[in-house]
């Protein structure tokens, strides 16, 4: 059974659109069927994952709820937790992904846009030549272009919960090529 029937237009509209070129912020509303729209999107994007996006491109995807993340903090740990694929759990006493270095991604927006950056290192050097302690090697970039995509759920009710963060999320993808093309500057 095909999850989408009726919906093949929807699927590859956004199939296209994050393949190709992205655009910096998408919002999708359907006041009628919320959740089979939300399941649709989820539909496109995790097929999207099996499919060859481009050359060397990879895409990751979080899907998060204005609703259960009623704080900004919720919020950044839950994106970042779901684009890194890191499940916090108790053994490892409910940690939330960083990069090994104990820095907070989660303290305000400005170290969210942090955290996005060193995932996006991260995901771009997966592959890359590694050093004997098993770090990636500076400057052994494997080349890969990493999409990463934020579905926020319910999205509207981020104006009564969240409504400081609704500009800036809007202006995201702006903030984190800046702050990675600032950041690649500093390096050189």
């Known amino acids: 059974m095909n999850l989408c029937m009726g919906y ?5 509209e956004i199939s296209t659109l994050v393949s190709l070129y992205p655009p910096p912020f998408i919002y999708v509303n ?3 069927s919320p959740r089979v729209t939300a399941s649709v999107v989820d539909y496109a994007l995790e097929n999207l994952l099996g499919a060859d996006p481009g050359p060397s491109a990879k895409v990751r995807h979080a899907k998060v709820n204005a609703i259960s ?5 919720l919020l950044y740990d839950s994106v970042l937790n779901a684009l890194s694929r890191w499940d916090p759990n108790w053994d490892d006493g409910c940690a939330n992904w960083n990069t090994g270095n104990e820095e907070r991604w989660n303290e305000n927006f400005d170290g969210f846009i942090h955290g996005l950056c060193a995932l996006h290192a991260q995901l771009s050097n997966e592959g890359g030549e ?6 990636v090697k ?18 509207e ?3 009564e919960i969240l409504p400081d963060l609704i500009v800036p999320l809007t202006r995201l993808a702006e903030l984190v090529r800046d702050a990675l093309f600032f950041s690649s500057k500093v390096r050189r």
């Open 69 to 73: 993340c009623f704080s900004a903090r």
């Open 157 to 159: 009710r981020l104006k």
């Open 130 to 135: 590694r050093s004997a302690k098993g770090k």
């Open 8 to 12: 093949e237009q929807v699927v590859d």
């Open 138 to 155: 500076e400057g052994s970039e494997c080349g890969a272009d990493v999409r990463l995509v934020i579905v926020i759920e319910r999205a």
């Open 30 to 32: 359907d006041p009628i």
